[in-house]
């Protein structure tokens, strides 16, 4: 089993910054992708970016050029740098790891920005 907790998460003002951080615990793999996904009330789920081991990112079109995935491998660790945030970055942010086919996801955390 892998357990993921994530943290960072709040309220902020449009144009603000927060850092999201996610910690894997248990049954970690390499190799394996970890990333992040996000829900908006009433929306289907959207992927945000993703890292693999190597360091090869993926980005959602809305979030290129503000937001920044990184992970710690040592630590089996991602983070989520959000700068210029807007109104609808407003989301819960999951944070997943993929090893052999299985997506494990965190219980999310919550960004809303306000205008």
């Known amino acids: 089993q892998v357990q993921l907790v994530e943290s960072g998460g709040g309220l902020v003002q449009a144009g603000g910054s927060l850092t999201l951080s996610c910690a894997a615990s248990?049954?970690?793999?390499?190799?394996?992708?970890m990333g992040w996904y996000r829900q908006a009330p009433g929306k289907q789920r959207d992927l945000v970016a993703t890292?693999?081991?190597?360091?090869?990112?993926k980005y959602s079109d809305s979030v290129k050029g503000r937001f920044t995935i990184s992970r710690d491998s040592a630590k089996s660790t991602v983070y989520l740098q959000m700068n210029s945030l807007k109104p609808e970055d407003t989301a819960v942010y999951y944070c997943?790891?993929?090893?052999?086919?299985?997506?494990?996801r965190g219980r999310g955390t919550q960004v809303t920005v306000s205008s």
């Open positions: 890292i693999t081991g190597g360091g090869n990112t």
């Open positions: 248990g049954n970690i793999f390499s190799p394996n992708v």
């Open positions: 997943t790891v993929v090893q052999y086919n299985i997506e494990y």
